[in-house]
């Protein structure tokens, strides 16, 4: 069974940056593709960044290029997201996901069946 375990939220000033992990525990992390989604109150869960099982190739939203990184290191079993030049409208809930083992990467929150239970991440202004 795939758990995920997020932390490193938090409140930030604008312009700030902050650093989250997801914990992975299961039969194998190099398996699967890793994503972080985030989602704000009455809004949809958003893609935000993907990264490959090996680390080779990663994709980001409009939104967050330039500014944040997805990188994982697969001997701790963990994926980061390093964030940013952050701004307000960041504030919100992150989420890590995996995608079932040998998945595709996707930036659909269909596309991963593993959840975390999130981290708030709260940008002032």
């Known amino acids: 069974q795939v758990q995920l375990v997020e932390s490193g939220g938090g409140l930030v000033q604008a312009g700030g940056s902050l650093r989250l992990s997801c914990a992975y525990s299961?039969?194998?992390?190099?398996?699967?593709?890793m994503a972080w989604f985030r989602q704000s109150p009455g809004k949809e869960r958003d893609f935000v960044a993907v990264?490959?099982?090996?680390?080779?190739?990663?994709y980001y939203a409009d939104s967050v290029k330039g500014r944040f990184t997805i990188s994982r290191d697969n001997a701790k079993n963990t994926v980061y997201l390093q964030m940013a030049s952050l701004r307000p409208v960041d504030t919100a809930v992150y989420y890590c996901?995996?995608?079932?083992?040998?998945?595709?990467?996707?930036?659909?929150?269909?596309?991963?069946?593993?959840w975390g239970q999130g981290t708030q991440v709260t940008v002032s202004s």
């Open positions: 996901a995996a995608t079932r083992v040998g998945g595709l990467l996707s930036r659909q929150v269909g596309g991963y069946p593993y």
């Open positions: 299961g039969r194998s992390f190099s398996d699967h593709g």
């Open positions: 990264i490959s099982w090996n680390g080779n190739s990663a």
